[in-house]
């Protein structure tokens, strides 16, 4: 299976099962190598016969629960996940899974009281904590979306973690006016990028931030490095192409925003479709932050022409 002989790891397998019909971590791991080779049906065939045998294994349900979802059976997902909590309801993450089976269903409300509790339970969970307020924001509640942001820099605006400070820096770049605090957002997203100045997704959100905070120019100059340090399938380059279009019309660059914007709509289309047909995942957040990011560029863009006011340091604010 490692090695990627899924064939060879089936017949294998198969004969473990033909030896010991009762062991149980063959039908496991039988049906990861049926995942892997996209063969779900029989990766849930596989993880019905291990509850059957350990109705009380609790990882088998969120197996089959995650199998589930990627087949878009949503309820069938939800039943495994609410199972699994049943039987570890002190454990954050089955909250969480069943979270993003509502955020799938668009059951906003429902997702925002799972992932409540995983902050119940983790409350010094930084990534909890930006789940929560990511939802907010999709579930259409700014409001709660700021103070959850205001919570996040609260516990972890002194941070030394390179993590926790990208994650709320990260953040706060999701929707407009997320906080008032620009300098304790700025200098997180510096740290974080600082300290990883190769890694895409932090010298990303620097640019995303820099662009909240009005410093357009510098903006541009960090997104177009990270565009430039894109190599990673499962990264999201809309996300910085985005901000280069909203960044590019503020300094009346029409012909770059224009681009960039073009650019930035047709991978998220071919994204969504993809994920739609099965072919590729696109996680819930990256997917809700693409498409406020599409709705924000695009107004402003129809908008015309930008003359921001500038703030002290002679840089332009983001127009409100």
Known sequence: MNQKDYDKALADLSESIRLDPGFVVAYDARSLVHRRKGDLDKAIADLDEVIRLDPKGVQAYVSRGE???????????????????????????????????????????????????????????????????????????????RKDFAEMLRRFGQTDRPVHAYLVAATCTVGPDATADWPSVVALAEKAANRNPNRWGYVCVLGAVLYRAGRFEEAVQRLTQADQLAKDDYLVPAEPWFFLAMAHHRLGHG???????????AWTENALREHEQGVKEFPWIPALKVKLLRQEAEALLKSGPVNAPQNKEGQQKPKP
């Open 67 to 145: 199998v589930q979802a990627l087949k878009g059976k949503y309820d069938k997902a939800l039943a495994d996940f609410s199972k699994a909590i049943e039987l570890e309801p002190k454990n954050p993450w089955r909250w969480e899974r069943r979270g993003v089976i509502y955020v799938r269903q668009g059951k906003w409300d429902a997702a925002i009281a799972d992932q409540s509790k995983v902050v119940q339970l983790e409350p010094t969970n930084a990534c909890a904590l930006a789940w929560l307020a990511s939802a907010r924001l999709g579930a259409g509640r700014p409001d709660e979306y």
């Open 255 to 265: 012909e770059e925003s224009k681009k960039w914007l073009g650019n930035a709509v």
